[in-house]
């Protein structure tokens, strides 16, 4: 009995320091901010070859769904993506918007569809609400 109340004692910092430390990590501008070039090259990266992975699965699955996904970048190249989503994120109110818009707003833009500046407000309330997680 002693040594489990001293296993309990001895650990209890450790518990209490989990609960008061933020689980939630909510992947918007603020993150983006923080990410190294590295880092911010590899997310549009992996953004884009899972997006791309999951459009042809759906696309093997349903032959009804188009060849090419509507928005995909076909002259702008990943570090194009990357340098417009930096833009993008350099406007103090994209900061609530979640990553993955970014880098959607990002191809889009270079495609020539940006996005309103009416779309732009929603897209920025509904990020902040949902909190990019």
């Known amino acids: 009995m002693k040594y489990a109340l001293a296993l309990v004692l001895l650990l209890l ?22 990410l190294d070039e590295g880092q911010r090259s590899s997310y549009v990266f ?3 070859s899972g997006y791309d992975k999951g459009y042809s699965d759906a696309r093997t699955e349903a032959s009804l769904l188009a060849k090419e996904p509507p928005w995909w970048p076909r002259s702008s ?16 109110r994209n900061t609530p918007v979640c990553m993955d818009d970014a880098v959607y707003e990002a191809a889009n ?13 929603i897209r920025r309330a509904m990020d902040g609400i949902k909190k990019c997680k």
Not at 83 to 91: C, L, M, P, S
């Open 77 to 92: 190249s990943m570090g194009d993506i990357k340098t417009q989503v930096d833009k993008f994120y350099a406007d103090y």
């Open 46 to 48: 992996g953004f884009i």
């Open 13 to 34: 910092p450790f518990v209490s320091d989990a609960q008061n430390s933020p689980t939630q990590v909510n992947f918007d501008g603020d993150f983006w901010s923080r």
């Open 109 to 121: 833009s270079l495609e020539g569809r940006a996005s309103t500046d009416a779309a732009l407000t």
